[in-house]
């Protein structure tokens, strides 16, 4: 059975910083490109930034870049978004996505709110 589950989310004023993991199972997860996509209330999801398979490609969504870094540990099975400098825009339920081809497996969401 395919689970995705994000941890790390919650409260933090803007300037701070939060630090997201995704803990997957039950597939081969170093076959699987790897991202993070948000969605905020009244918006489409969008992606935020994303991660190839073993890692060397990284891309990232203009908004992000500079503020957010993507990373992920294949032994350990999981991928964290680091994100740092955060504003109220980046408020938003965040979605781990691993992809391979047209296969696409979400996690549940977790949520992000920056505010003080």
């Known amino acids: 059975q395919v689970q995705l589950v994000e941890s790390g989310g919650g409260l933090v004023q803007p300037g701070g910083s939060l630090r997201l993991s995704c803990a997957a199972s039950?597939?081969?997860?170093?076959?699987?490109?790897m991202n993070w996509y948000r969605q905020a209330p009244g918006k489409e999801r969008e992606l935020v930034a994303g991660?190839?398979?073993?890692?060397?490609?990284?891309n990232y969504a203009d908004f992000v870049k500079g503020r957010f870094a993507i990373s992920r540990d294949n032994a350990k099975m999981t991928v964290n978004l680091q994100m740092n400098s955060l504003n109220s825009e980046d408020t938003a339920v965040y979605y781990c996505?691993?992809?391979?081809?047209?296969?696409?497996?979400w996690g549940q969401g977790i949520q992000v709110t920056v505010s003080s």
């Open positions: 996505n691993a992809r391979r081809g047209i296969e696409n497996q």
């Open positions: 039950g597939f081969t997860f170093s076959n699987y490109a």
């Open positions: 991660i190839s398979s073993v890692g060397g490609v990284r």
